[in-house]
C-alpha cells in the first residue's frame, strides 16, 4: 500500500519508514514530483498538518498524511506554538539569513521572555493528519517538561538544549538519539499513526 508523507525533510522521512517497515510503500513528495513549497497559514498546528494533507490529497488523490509540531509554553499562553519555527521573526530585509541564526534568535527570544516568570513548563505537541480515501484521522503527541535558563548540550535541534524532558535531568540535546526518540512528541505521535495503520486488515 502506498501512502504518501509530506514532507521535504528526508530525515523525518528515514525516520518513519524504519517504523513502518515492509507493509507500507513510503512515498515523499518528490516521489510523487511535486516540488513546490505548501502554505503553513494557519493559527493551529490542527490545521497546519490538515491543510498540508488536503493540499497534496486533493491535488493527487493519494492517502498521505502530513505533520506540524510546536512548543507550547505555560507562562506564554502557549505560544510559540505554530510559530515555534519563525518565532523570533524572519526579516524580510536580511536580519535573519540561516536556520542556525534562526535556532538561536527563536531561543534568545524564549528566555527573554520567560526571565522571571514563576511557572516554566512546557510541552512540545505533534499533530498528525492522516488522508485515507478522503476521510481524516488526526493522532497527537505530547512530551511535557520545563525550558531551562540557559542552553545545555549539542545534539538535536529548535529548543532542545533548553528544553527537559519530565523525569529526565539532560536536555534533549544532551541526550543521545535514541533516547530522545524513545519519548519525544514526534514519536509518539507517529507509534499512534503506525500502530492505527498496522490495525488496518487489507492493508498487511
Ligand atoms: P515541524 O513542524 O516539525 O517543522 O516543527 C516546527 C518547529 O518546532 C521547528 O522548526 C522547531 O523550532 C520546533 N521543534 C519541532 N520539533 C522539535 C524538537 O524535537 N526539538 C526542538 N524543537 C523542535
Do not use: W
Not at 3 to 29: A, H, M, Q, Y
Amino acid at each position: 500500500m502506498e501512502l504518501v508523507f509530506v514532507t521535504n525533510n528526508p530525515g523525518k522521512l528515514r525516520e518513519i519508514n524504519n517504523i513502518l517497515g515492509d507493509n507500507f510503500r513510503l512515498l515523499s513528495l518528490a516521489d510523487i514530483g511535486f516540488e513546490g513549497e505548501i502554505p503553513e497559514i494557519h493559527p493551529t498546528l490542527e490545521e497546519n498538518a490538515s491543510a498540508k494533507a488536503f493540499y497534496i490529497y486533493d491535488r493527487f488523490l493519494k492517502d498521505c498524511f502530513a505533520d506540524d509540531t510546536g512548543l507550547e509554553v505555560e507562562a506564554l499562553n502557549n505560544r510559540p506554538g505554530v510559530y515555534s519555527a519563525r518565532f523570533a521573526g524572519k526579516d524580510e530585509t536580511g536580519g535573519i539569513t540561516s536556520l542556525e541564526e534562526q535556532t538561536a534568535a527563536n531561543i534568545d527570544k524564549l528566555l527573554g521572555m520567560l526571565e522571571g516568570k514563576k511557572s516554566r513548563k512546557a510541552r512540545f505537541r505533534t499533530v498528525i493528519s492522516l488522508i485515507m480515501r478522503g476521510k481524516e484521522l488526526r493522532f497527537e503527541g505530547i512530551v511535557n517538561g520545563a525550558i531551562i535558563t540557559k542552553r545545555r548540550g549539542s545534539g538535536g535541534f529548535g529548543y532542545d538544549p533548553v528544553f527537559i524532558p519530565e523525569g529526565s535531568e539532560l536536555t534533549f540535546a544532551e541526550m543521545d538519539l535514541a533516547e530522545k526518540n524513545r519519548i519525544s512528541h514526534r514519536a509518539r505521535a507517529f507509534r499512534k499513526l503506525v500502530d492505527y495503520l498496522s490495525g488496518i486488515p487489507d492493508l498487511m
